[in-house]
């Protein structure tokens, strides 16, 4: 009902008289509905003359000698419900068509809360299209969700990128991979997400914890990662992109293939692999920054109107090598580092990834079924396993030179089942519950401390959400959820460290060895956490809406925040968790403004976020040993506001020249201290004009420039006593880095090699003038600059 | 009666399984850690041998190196000086100077007098391209002063260097500085 009143609504028609019988035209564009996104080779027809054309690259058609009359006109796109409109031409004829894309098993009846605008109707969200995904195709995930207003990255070099959303990052910022919270020791700052982003078709952000169905924890968000559905038809297609870049010397390689069934069944299978080099700053090589990574995947299911099930597999493993100016010694070499304004190791370029370097590996399998209660609701249950393998290599000598310092193997296995109640058209009640058991195995055999220990985790968790449509365009979202965590872990703590932290007072029960200078301690903690959202949605005409949300959000802190102890050898830095740490509550309220037109449109989302007892690491000090003095960075708890906007916008000047705009402001404040938080983003502002004529082969052309402002709320620096120096420095540890700009140049072209044949060639160059930046949120920013000027190249095949 | 055989079996796996997690994890046998150095200076013709130790048994945990001097130097007096490495967490200590003297081309020693010291180095062992290692040394006391010594060990450094730290680069395995008097 409301997919087919908004298609209404957002129609568009133009009359242009000419006065000719017969010599008029229908053009237009065939839009996905959800994302506004190109449909390629959609199908128009009009009936009743039976003319029909094919859509081209930028979804565009024009169907020629058409006489005065209202006509019948027939959309149709291979993945979307085939949809009949009534067309009055009238001169020449402007209409664009949106289609529903994402096909629903059930077609007559719409179901709300499978399909991603609906993770929730009335928190902030935006996505990326397949478009943009494949952009970034030799990127990697945190890199493409740049490109959405709000979102930034936590990066190690330009390989190692994670998402943060309004300024929050890993455990707050849930990555859902279809259908699976992704369990991958998203704990570490230096851990990026553990996919390939070939293996996604859509992605969208969810800001704030209001995805009650999938956690109550997300205190920055959820990134959403969607597959196509596949339609119930017989058909058969396939893509291949190729993309080579100039910075790394490498590029990537990515296919997939689907085949669909008149009978619901479907099979999908997806691999990709990519190989670069060292990356390059404009003045030096960035000595060990080369990349390997491959991921593959297979699913394969039967969809049906009252029942289905799917089976996935996907597999990605990835060989990163980190800086090696990176691997410093002590807080000599960092104050060093921080001075000299080079690397310290700079070598001709090349393909080998030394050390420090990480080793990561995950599988991730899942089990699928649902079932339609005809005039009740629906009913899905799910089984996923994941397993995901850490290995970083770091500078050693002797024996143990290439046995890795760090070696985990996390194990989870999740099931989980929900009934959605939608037979009453303006109520919908959704109920679930979720179990979880998880093991981590931290390998003794490493010859290095264990950072994080051996532990056995068990998770229960229920949430109630139901959503009530006032009239049509009213509509009120409520949900709760409870989750229970359980960590049960055994621990080797030294006895020094056990003292200094006051645990042999606080903790005396949780020791179960005395081993002399270690104790074996066995730390249980159970956490019961609380969450809830409320909001509405008004649709205010056929183009804007606002959204306004409220959303509590409860995490229970993570492995590292509670266990963390030593020396992090590869960040050179010592790493104090806390037991004492307890659950961080977010209260998160936000508004959204959007108005998408034909001509222009804008995007505006103000947000505040108060967070009890926000858990930060940060630099605290410095502890001596035989090596020198490390910087030590402790967890604690404070209380903590985040408030920003994020804002974007387009303009269509003309038919071929349209201009976009974003702009996105965080505020990170530590109200117990009075000063600011650590690793907020700094403001940004990104703009592009973009010019476009699909005559000359579907030609493309956009310059883009980012200007990031200097972070100038940032906690203070510390003093550490520097054993070369006799004296008590200031660890310029915390001063951000200047401001910066960076040009982008992208173009692109489509060719027809034949009727199911279509071959789109782009080029792009990053950071156009070659400048040189650090940036505040990448942890390799006091040793090196960021990457220079890269030439991409990209050849994207569909069939 | 099945359903119960079912039941007992499985709850007889799940103590099998729990049993199986609840093994104690084994404690890790750190095996590059340096926690002693120690340094014995001889003088040359006879006299007081002077010893300087840095003894750091908790590694990177909370507890700074402790560190002594057993004596001043005399003054104009020059001392043969050998340095011995202990990995103490195991038992019996494992001596690593083995090992730096192994792999001598890719470590060094650099010694770092303070200005107010009067006092000089040099190297007495090379590796296998004749280039300093410096396990052993020379340590020439000059006239009466007092100031600091502080020595670091580097792997993976650069060599020939030019003998300064800077130059060098590398990995530091070892950064001491000790207080001491010619008298």
């Known amino acids: 009902m409301r997919t087919l009143l908004a298609i209404v609504l957002s129609l568009f028609v133009y009359h242009v008289s000419n006065g000719q019988q017969c010599q008029e035209a229908l053009y237009g564009q065939v839009l996905d509905f959800h994302d506004q996104t190109p449909l390629v080779g959609a199908t128009v027809h009009i009936l009743e003359l039976d003319k029909a054309v ?330 996923d396993f994941q397993n995901n393998r850490r290995f970083e290599y770091d500078v050693r000598v002797g024996a143990d030179r290439d046995k890795p310092a760090i070696d985990l193997e996390l194990t989870t296995h999740t099931v989980m089942t929900d009934f959605t109640w939608d037979a009453s058209s303006n109520l919908e009640v959704q109920a679930g519950v979720l179990g979880r058991y998880q093991n981590n195995f931290a390998n003794p055999d490493t010859g290095v401390r264990r950072l994080i220990p051996d532990y056995d985790k068990y998770d229960f968790g229920a949430f109630l959400i139901g959503e009530y449509r006032l009239k049509e365009n009213w509509l009120f979202e409520a949900g709760i959820r409870y989750d229970y965590n359980r960590i049960d872990a055994l621990k080797f703590y030294r006895t020094s460290r056990w003292e200094e932290r006051g645990y042999d007072e606080d903790f005396p029960e949780f020791v179960v060895e005395d081993l002399g200078t270690q104790l074996l301690t066995n730390p249980v903690f159970e956490f019961h956490n609380f969450s809830a959202s409320t909001g509405m949605r008004v649709i205010l005409d056929a183009d804007s809406e606002i959204r306004a949300n409220y959303a509590l959000g409860q995490r229970p802190p993570n492995p590292s925040e509670l266990f963390s102890d030593g020396l992090h050898h590869s960040a050179a830095r010592i790493e104090l968790g806390d037991l004492r740490i307890d659950t961080e509550t977010s209260h998160r309220i936000s508004v959204a403004y959007n108005r998408s037109g034909e001509r222009w449109g804008i995007t505006l989302e103000p947000y505040l976020n108060y967070i009890r007892d926000f858990i930060l690491l940060e630099p605290t000090g410095a502890e001596f040993t035989i090596r020198g003095a490390f910087p030590v960075w402790s967890y604690r708890q404070t209380d903590a506001r985040l408030a920003g906007v994020d804002l974007s916008g387009y303009y269509q000047w003309s038919p071929q020249w349209q201009s976009r705009h974003h702009f996105s402001l965080t505020k990170g404040n530590d109200l117990d201290q009075d000063e600011p938080l650590i690793n907020i983003p700094a403001p940004i502002t990104r703009n592009s004009v973009a010019f476009q004529k699909a005559e ?102 569909y069939y | 009666m099945k359903t119960i055989q079912f039941l007992s079996l499985f709850a007889l796996s799940g103590l099998v399984l729990t049993s199986c997690s609840d093994d104690d994890p084994e404690p890790v046998n750190e095996e590059e850690v340096i926690t002693t150095m120690t340094i014995n200076l001889v003088p040359q013709g006879g006299g007081t041998a002077v010893q300087l130790q840095s003894r750091d048994l908790d590694g990177d945990g909370p507890e700074p190196p402790v560190i002594t001097v057993s004596g001043n130097f005399s003054a104009r007096t020059v001392y043969d000086g050998r340095i011995v490495l202990l990995n103490e967490t195991e038992t019996p200590p494992e001596n690593i100077t083995v090992e730096v003297e192994e792999e001598a081309d890719e470590h060094q020693f650099f010694y770092t007098i303070g200005a107010s010291l009067s006092a000089q180095t040099e190297y007495s062992n090379v590796d296998g391209n004749g280039n300093p290692l410096g396990t052993q040394f020379t340590f020439s006391a000059g006239d009466e002063s007092t100031g600091q010594i502080t020595f670091t060990l580097r792997h993976d450094l650069k060599k020939p260097n030019d003998g300064t730290l800077a130059d060098a680069g590398g990995e530091t395995d070892i950064a001491q500085t000790f207080d001491v008097a010619i008298e």
């Not at chain 1, 792009?764 to 000027?789: H, I, K, P, S, W």
Request: hydrophobic share 40%.
């Open chain 1, 696 to 797: 000359w082969h579907q030609f493309e052309v956009s310059l883009e420039g980012t200007y990031v402002f200097r972070q100038n709320e940032a906690p203070p620096n510390i003093f550490v006593f520097s054993p070369s120096q006799q004296e008590l420095v200031e660890l310029d540890i915390n001063t951000p880095p200047p401001a910066y700009f960076l040009m982008a140049l992208r173009a692109g072209m489509a060719f027809s090699l034949s009727e199911t044949l279509v071959l789109n060639t782009g080029i792009a160059v990053e950071n156009l003038a070659n400048t040189n930046y650090r940036e505040y949120l990448n942890r390799n920013r006091y040793f090196a600059d960021d990457m220079g000027r890269n030439i991409i190249l990209q050849l994207k095949l």
């Open chain 1, 54 to 383: 094919l859509t081209d690259f930028e979804g565009r058609f024009r169907i020629e000698d058409i006489c005065h009359g209202t006509y019948e006109v027939e959309v149709s796109h291979r993945l979307c419900r085939t949809l009949i409109f009534e067309v009055e031409i009238l001169g020449n004829t402007q209409r664009d068509f949106q289609m529903e894309h994402h096909l629903e098993e059930l077609e007559e009846v719409q179901v709300v809360g499978d399909l991603l605008p609906d993770v929730s109707n009335t928190a902030q969200e935006q996505r990326l299209s397949t478009q943009t995904l494949e952009n970034y195709s030799s990127g990697t995930l945190g890199d493409a969700l740049r490109e959405i207003s709000g979102v930034s990255t936590l990066k190690t070099g330009s390989n190692i990128v994670k998402p943060a959303i309004n300024g929050l990052t890993g455990s707050r910022v849930l990555i859902l991979n279809d259908g699976v919270r992704m369990q991958d020791m998203e704990w570490g700052d230096e851990h990026a997400p553990n996919l390939d982003i070939n293996a996604a078709d859509q992605v969208s952000v969810i800001k704030g914890p209001a995805a009650l169905k999938y956690a109550g924890d997300a205190i920055g968000g959820l990134v959403v990662i969607e597959r196509e559905r596949v339609a119930i038809a017989d058909s058969l297609f396939g893509k291949t992109l190729m993309t080579l870049m100039s910075n790394g010397w490498g590029g990537n390689v990515s296919t997939e293939i689907t085949r669909t069934f008149e009978s619901g069944w479907y099979l999908n299978g997806q691999a990709s692999f990519k190989r670069l080099g060292d990356r390059e700053a404009p003045d030096y090589v960035l000595s060990n920054t080369g990349m390997q990574d491959l991921g593959l995947s297979f699913h394969a299911g039967k969809r049906l109107i009252n029942q289905g099930w799917d089976f996935d597999y996907s597999y990605y493993q990835a060989d990163i090598a980190i800086l090696r100016a990176s691997h410093i010694g002590n807080v000599d070499d960092l104050i060093e580092s921080i001075n000299s304004g080079t690397p310290s190791v700079i070598e001709p370029f090349t393909y080998e990834l030394g050390v420090p370097r990480q080793e990561v590996a995950h599988h991730l399998g899942k089990f699928n079924y649902y079932l339609r209660i005809k005039g009740v609701g629906k009913w899905t249950a799910q089984y």
